[in-house]
């Protein structure tokens, strides 16, 4: 079973999301441990102090090395070697490759900064990767933690209900190697305020089905995303993407919507 450790100075503000929803289902099936180790209890002074002032002037505090070290080495001598992760916004942007690799690891441990950072010899002693969520600063890696360790659960087999659902997610679909978005999605009713749902959703012909999801998670990429597309990607015309509106009744009577 996968062990995901999160070293943190504040268990308490995210241990009621870690126990609920996906996480929490996949903890009571035996799919996945989440551990949450507060790393001010290694701190080696009465008042438990885990920061200090910089060297060298500037604003804020540094989190102390020694508190750190010693949480990792501890964990470690009791439960194996860990991939150790620090969040972040220096990293190294948090791409899906990562995400898959993670959630094939049997241990990971998330170590969440605060203050200006962590002293840089924490990360020459551990061998730290380093991981940022976004191009943005927080106050702290207890919510990038919290993003790492669900986007990787999700992936670890029995955890969703349904193991297409992560196979069909944007960045895990791939269209000659490429990564995309996802496409869009409808449901009922079959027309909303004068909004159909495309024809060819209805239509029960899966292939022509398969083909308009692909075209369109390819024209929603190379909008939205042009950066994660090769330089000249093209998209193919497809009939099915023009196709008509669904048959329905008129948008402004709602009862008579076909369910």
């Not at 070697?81 to 049997?106: D, H, I, T, Y």
Request: charged content about 25%.
């Amino acid at each position: 079973m996968p062990l995901f450790a999160i070293l943190t100075l504040f268990p308490d503000a995210i241990e009621p999301y870690v126990r609920s929803s996906i996480l929490g289902l996949a903890q009571s099936k035996g799919l996945l441990e989440v551990l949450l180790v507060d790393f001010r209890d290694f701190a080696r002074d009465r008042h438990r102090t885990v920061d200090d002032r910089p060297f060298g002037g500037g604003p804020g505090m540094v989190l102390r090395p020694e508190p750190l070290v010693d949480c990792i080495e501890w964990l470690e001598e009791r439960h194996g070697r860990f991939r150790r992760l620090a969040l972040c916004p220096g990293g190294s942007p948090l791409r899906q490759p990562l995400v898959n690799e993670l959630a094939g690891e049997q241990r990971v441990a998330l170590l969440c900064g605060r203050y200006e950072g962590f002293d840089a010899r924490i990360r020459e002693i551990l061998k730290i990767e380093e991981v940022s969520v976004g191009d943005f600063v927080v106050a702290g890696g207890e919510l990038p933690a919290l993003l790492v360790l669900e986007a990787a659960a999700r992936l670890i087999p029995g955890v969703l209900g349904d193991e297409r659902s992560a196979q069909e997610d944007s960045f895990a679909q791939t269209e000659g190697g490429m990564e995309l978005l996802d496409c869009p999605h409808y449901t009922r009713p079959r027309v909303y305020r004068g909004l159909p749902v495309p024809e060819v959703l209805l239509s029960g012909d899966h292939r022509a089905i398969a083909a308009w999801r692909r075209q369109q998670a390819l024209e929603r990429t190379k909008t939205i995303r042009p950066d994660i597309l090769p330089d000249g990607t093209t998209i193919p015309d497809n009939p099915a993407t023009n196709s008509g509106a669904a048959p329905g009744p008129a948008p402004d009577s709602p009862s008579k919507h076909a369910p």
